[in-house]
């Protein structure tokens, strides 16, 4: 299950994300917001908790520009936030980096690159190469 959840500055991108997710039969669930001024750390909180604690499998969070999302989403353990502005970028954060979290910027990104990025970061599985699983290993001993 994937989460997907924004600030005002996404919620117009939210629009077009969950329209491919729906296209594609992948099942979400909208943690908000409802296009209202709001903090986006609230945001990125409901969609982090709930991969940490298993309801989520990965999210999606978009704020003005994704950098306040990573931000905050890279606070909580175990999550790997990556902000993304091109597929190469999205399909390397799968395969190196193990990202269970895809940020957006909804005021930097047009709506079908936007698509683009998160179709190839969705399609992208990790790589499972013993050198990126050390790294990971490394920066999850950062959370302890
Ligand atoms: C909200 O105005 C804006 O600061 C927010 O969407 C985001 O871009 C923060 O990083």
Redesign the pocket.
């Given at each position: 299950m994937i989460a997907v959840a924004c600030?005002?500055?996404?919620y117009a991108l939210k629009g077009r994300i969950i329209e491919l997710l729906t296209e594609r039969n992948i099942p979400f669930a909208d943690e908000g917001c409802g296009g209202e001024?709001v903090d986006?750390p609230e945001y990125a909180g409901k969609v982090c908790r709930g991969i940490a604690d298993g309801t989520y499998d990965r999210g999606i969070l978009i704020?003005?520009?994704?950098?306040?999302?990573s931000?905050a989403a890279n606070k909580y353990p175990g999550i790997r936030a990556t902000l993304c502005a091109d597929c190469f970028s999205a399909q390397m954060a799968r395969e190196h980096n193990d990202a269970n979290v895809l940020c957006l910027?909804?005021?930097t990104l047009g709506p079908e690159l936007a698509a683009k990025i998160t179709q190839t970061w969705l399609d992208t599985p990790f790589s499972g190469a013993e050198s990126h699983s050390r790294r990971i290993a490394m920066i999850a001993e950062l959370d302890r």
């Open positions: 600030d005002h500055g996404g001024r986006y704020c003005g520009t994704g950098l306040g999302m931000i910027g909804g005021r």
